[in-house]
């Protein structure tokens, strides 16, 4: 059964079984198909409070609008897959435009943007067992470390339970590690190279084993440095697209950041979201196809 969008709450009011037969209906495909690599929308940033695109401060509130931009970027050729937490997700299993796509959850949502506690991200969002009983493809932790703030602790510790828990099943789970600090009370993620040099170094030692490990990465600020930093780990990984501002400037900067990081030979793969549902130039159908065009 696939359904409309105006028709999503009834259908949850009235049978909430559906999203459960859904999951058990949808077709599923390897991780990794006969390209080997992995073009994946991301749409998890609402779970956090985090709404901003650019300039636009509740740019992705709206949820039928950000379903329509949904649908619209997993229908375009290259796209793999989708990244987002139980509610979006279950909104697409029963709009029906999952078959054959990767579907990865969203394990910690609980680090809300500019909460006091935003460093001692939990996992309040899809656990091992969850991706598991609704036959979801792979899971995504945020893992930001702030040497200053004790709360990265306890998120480093449940990052490397989660690791070990998605081992145990035979999943795959995709750690995004950063390191930030606080400037002014607002937490900043340091993009130098030495500084994520050191986040995969600590991403990839987490767990009992890192067999089903990737890892998801920015690019440095300099991004001629990420041949060096990538060389850190022998785990694939894939970039992190990011939000890249109100200018179309920005965009194409981006795509040219890409592009470059794409070549080298542990990348396999794009997981962006904003960038690409909700670009500062032109539609969505053409903020995707550029960015599959870069693989």
């Not at 501002?245 to 950041?257: H, K, L, P, S, W």
């Amino acid at each position: 059964m696939s359904i409309s969008i105006p028709d999503l709450t009834t259908v949850r009011a009235r049978y909430p079984e559906a999203i459960a037969e859904a999951a058990w209906r949808r077709a599923r495909r390897p991780l990794i198909g006969d390209e080997g690599r992995l073009m994946i929308v991301a749409a998890d940033h609402p779970a956090r409070g985090a709404l901003r695109v650019g300039d636009r401060r509740l740019a992705m509130a709206n949820r039928t609008d950000l379903l329509e931009r949904l649908c619209t970027a997993l229908s375009r050729p290259g796209v793999d897959g989708v990244l987002a937490t139980a509610d979006v997700l279950e909104d697409l299993l029963l709009l029906g435009v999952l078959d054959g796509k990767v579907v990865m959850g969203s394990m910690n949502r609980g680090g809300l943007a500019g909460a006091a506690f935003e460093m001692d991200d939990r996992f309040t969002g899809h656990r091992a067992e969850d991706i598991a009983r609704l036959r979801f493809d792979a899971g995504k932790l945020l893992l930001r470390i702030d040497y200053d703030d004790p709360g990265s602790l306890a998120t480093l510790e449940s990052a490397a339970r989660a690791v070990d828990a998605m081992a145990a099943r035979r999943l795959p789970v995709f750690v995004e590690p950063f390191l930030c600090r606080r400037i002014e009370g607002r937490v900043r993620t340091d993009l130098s190279a030495e500084a994520v040099t050191r986040s995969i170094a600590i991403a990839s030692g987490l767990g009992g084993t890192s067999a089903y490990t990737w890892l998801k990465l920015p690019v440095t600020r300099d991004p001629d440095d990420m041949a060096e930093v990538l060389e850190t780990s022998t785990l694939p990984a894939v970039l992190l697209g990011g939000d890249v501002g109100g200018a179309d400037g920005d965009q194409e900067g981006a795509y040219e950041r890409w592009r470059k990081a794409l070549r080298l030979p542990t990348v396999r793969g794009l997981v962006a979201g904003r960038s690409l549902l909700y670009p500062a130039g032109g539609t969505v159908e053409e903020a995707v196809d550029t960015a599959v065009g870069l693989l």
